[in-house]
């Protein structure tokens, strides 16, 4: 038997009815609402600055109107390759390396039979996430540091010749944000599979070891399914914003000597739209535009394909 629709009148006083019923939790939601509304949605009307040739005088609505000419500088620009190739390669290299080991470490400490050693990994693996970015490449140029760095004392001791600068070679840039970063964040990010793992039905493992399973096939066969769906969304979030490289972290690596491998959009922008001249808001704007709407196009394209596929997806 299907139930059929409520009249719209109905379903119009129904609504009323459970807003003045909920009132109070209406209430709590209001300051998020117009904080997003203030600092999210306002602050659209100024991307219309990367279709104008922005004027201080004039202001943003009185600025002459260019159309696409601020895209079109951008695409013919000398580095556009070299900023889009060093985006892609910086968010694909960490997004295959730090997506699946996060699962895997979940996967993992959930294996642990001993409590209080698991909690001890918990606690010492999310430590890294709380040190600021700043300190985070403070240590790393101590590490990797030629003369007096740890790798450099190594390198030192068992060729005698003095360690070439990390930090001075393009190649090496790609691996030293990658890897640091999964440092900093394996732990913080296993949370979320932690938590859907702590959900798992203890009975279904029962039942498989039961039926004889060894551990690695009940990892295969119920816990790794379990988080499934977590993983899923997780990776289109990731995917959503595959185009957006962290700015601090890269710019507090980044030299003349290794700036062909690590001027990425975010850190362009941040040059022609502030250190260049009196700034090119018009220009940084469009390129910013351009990054948010690859970043949207990707997100829709990856949902899509998540909930044709059955799995679950944010829609």
């Known amino acids: 038997m299907t139930s059929q629709p409520l009249p719209p009148g109905r379903a119009k006083n129904g609504s009323k009815k459970s807003i003045r019923s909920g009132w109070q939790m209406y209430l709590f939601l209001l300051p998020a609402v117009v904080y997003i509304v203030i ?17 201080f005088t004039k202001g943003i609505w009185g600025s002459e109107w260019v159309g696409l000419d601020n895209f079109r500088r951008f695409f013919e620009s000398y580095p556009f390759w070299t900023i889009i190739r060093n985006t892609l390669l910086l968010s ?7 997506f699946p080991l996060p699962i895997l470490f979940a996967l993992l400490l959930n294996s642990f039979i001993g409590q209080k050693f698991k909690k001890i990994v918990q606690s010492v693996s999310y430590m890294p996430h709380f040190i600021s970015t700043v300190v985070i490449v403070g240590m790393l140029v101590q590490i990797f540091n030629p003369r007096t760095g740890a790798f450099g004392s190594l390198y030192t001791f068992f060729t005698g010749n003095v360690m070439p600068d990390a930090f001075a070679n393009p190649d090496l840039f790609p691996h ?4 640091s970063g999964i440092w900093q964040g394996i732990g913080w990010s296993s949370i979320i599979y932690i938590a859907a793992l702590s959900s798992v039905d203890e009975h279904l493992h029962e039942a498989a070891q039961i039926d004889g399973a060894s551990r690695l096939q009940r990892v295969r066969h119920i816990d790794f399914p379990s988080i499934l769906p977590t993983a899923t969304i997780m990776l289109i979030l990731a995917v959503g914003n595959l185009m957006d490289i962290g700015f601090e972290k890269v710019f507090l690596m980044q030299n003349d000597l290794n700036l062909s491998s690590s001027e990425v959009i975010s850190t362009y922008v941040y040059k022609v739209g502030l250190t260049i001249g009196a700034g090119d808001f018009s220009f940084a704007t469009a390129i910013g535009l351009f990054n948010s709407v690859i970043n949207f196009v990707l997100l829709i394209i990856v949902n899509f394909a998540a909930r044709r596929m059955g799995n679950a997806s944010l829609w």
């Open 39 to 55: 600092f999210a949605y306002v602050p659209m009307a100024g991307v219309q600055i990367a279709f104008k040739e922005y004027d």
């Open 92 to 98: 694909l290299y960490s997004l295959v390396i730090s």
């Open 176 to 179: 030293l944000y990658v890897w």
